[in-house]
């Protein structure tokens, strides 16, 4: 599935742009600026909150920083809409598309790909639309948290649209190779269903176990006080950011919904080999869970190490 | 709930023991032994395995080392039984209590307490015996990981028993003194359920989601690659030691069952609202969830930041 560039860099051309147009002043369109500078003749901003826009000015994250994405958009070859999920399918519906020339190079952030692609692919013949979703974050959000090296070595899924040329998908690999993310191409269901998978089901696992263990606390509040290290892994996703988590879930309900069915299914076994005090099967189901964890964190920590490699 | 006896520590007799056996050489014995080693005269070792024996020796940990537990418990005024909950449950009830002396002080480190102290309860008048549970760990077990400050600033739960007598709970209360643990009384049948609410129900969350990744990786090998973070720790308690966790699982399965029904209960509430989009409600439900866990986490942290002020 992963196609790392890393061998074949020299045959994408570099990302080059004249006017990029970075919609969304927050952590990941704040890094991406960041990133972006060196490649960009003119940088700019657009930002609905006078703040971000002269926090970004004064610490020359941008060349312009505006409101009037109509204008910003007109002049760009390069739009990168790093908004919430709702907020890129809005401008993607209702008002982008008219406004761009043709050949512009229009991408995404969004943490699901569905609806997104769908409604780029509904976009003028001509723009080169192209969805995304970079695997990165941090604990923090907003502008001040911006870090030029948040893409890096992370990947970032691209998901084809119905205006994804061969040109759009190149510039959108040049793009991402020039902040230093390792590029993953998937259809942009299949994107939907995997996150659903690693992402949204552990986080309502995490708020659910949350929701549990405050009802249990109505009856024993001392539960908190023994509560260590087990808990507080288990339960960190529930801390994440509602609005966000919640854009995203309603975003991707139907894959949500058939992994919370799948769960179960796998929740459902291991319960029942412990009520029937079957511990012999209970071992032999948990040995190949145990097994699946262990290679998958080692797989993971050479990757998240093995930085400048990709 | 939490009883802190750093106010009081000058009305607990210091501990101090003639002849201390801790039945059992793994991390917990082991870190024991060299924590409660300025506090002993003679300090022994029982555990079936020679390699173990002659490594604590070799490292001074204990002065002496058996597999002879008969003759061990016998000579001494203090035994720990540091062992897995099966293990410690067949040792009380089929041995020790005839072999120790009266007066000597019983204690142990089962990870579930209701079965270990109805146990306790039936040894002989005057074994002052006492359930145990420290709520600390590692990664890493074994003899070699032992630390003598494994138990400093740490919770360690105490369980009354029938043959707990206010001589035995006050001996109890100072040995976990001398190590630097945080006593926390509590009965049995009270501990059982929250190390549920706590540590086993995440455990098998955990190990499901695991069993849904890997199950969801038989259509679509590409999912282990995009899993990052959130899935690193939702996941990492799926990584434990099975044997020792289908050994607590087993001793607590009322408790278990119970908390997965109050988690259904949860995770049901939840999806209705995903899966109706009613998002309203879905955002008024997760509000006061992630409220918990901020507020808890703070908690946690002053906690297990306070070094040296128990």
Not at 65 to 92: E, F, G, K, M, Y
Not at 259 to 268: E, G, H, N, P, S
Request: glycine share 8%; proline share 5%; with cysteine.
């Amino acid at each position: 599935m992963r196609k790392q560039w890393g061998g074949r860099r020299n045959h994408i051309m570099g990302f080059s742009s004249r006017q990029t147009v970075i919609v969304g002043l927050g952590l990941m369109g704040g890094s991406l600026a960041l990133a972006l500078r060196p490649y960009v003749e003119v940088l700019v901003a657009v930002d609905p909150d006078p703040v971000s826009r002269e926090a970004a000015l004064a610490r020359r994250m941008v060349d312009e920083a505006t409101d009037d994405l109509r204008a910003a958009v007109q002049a760009a070859d390069t739009v990168i809409l790093c908004a919430p999920v709702r907020v890129i399918l809005s401008l993607v519906r209702d008002k982008i598309g008219s406004w761009m020339r043709s050949n512009t190079l229009l991408i995404d952030i969004g943490s699901t790909k569905q609806d997104i692609c769908e409604a780029m692919g509904k976009l003028p013949i001509g723009i080169q639309a192209v969805g995304g979703h970079p695997m990165t974050g941090k604990e923090v959000s907003g502008l001040d948290a911006a870090d030029p090296f948040l893409y890096a070595n992370r990947p970032w899924v691209l998901c084809p649209t119905r205006r994804t040329t061969p040109a759009a998908r190149g510039r959108a690999l040049a793009l991402l190779e020039s902040v230093g993310a390792l590029p993953v191409e998937m259809e942009a269901v299949r994107h939907d269903k995997v996150v659903a998978a690693i992402s949204h089901l552990p986080y309502l696992l995490s708020a659910s176990l949350v929701a549990t263990v405050r009802r249990f606390s109505e009856n024993d509040p001392g539960v908190w006080d023994l509560a260590a290290g087990g808990f507080r892994d288990t339960s960190r996703l529930a801390g994440q950011d509602i609005k966000m988590m919640s854009d995203i879930l309603s975003t991707n309900t139907q894959a949500v919904a058939t992994l919370l069915a799948m769960f179960r299914v796998q929740l459902a076994l291991l319960e029942t080999m412990l009520i029937s005090h079957d511990e012999t099967q209970l071992v032999d189901a948990l040995t190949p869970i145990r097994q699946a964890r262990t290679d998958w964190f080692t797989h993971y920590e050479r990757r998240t190490n093995s930085n400048g490699k990709h």
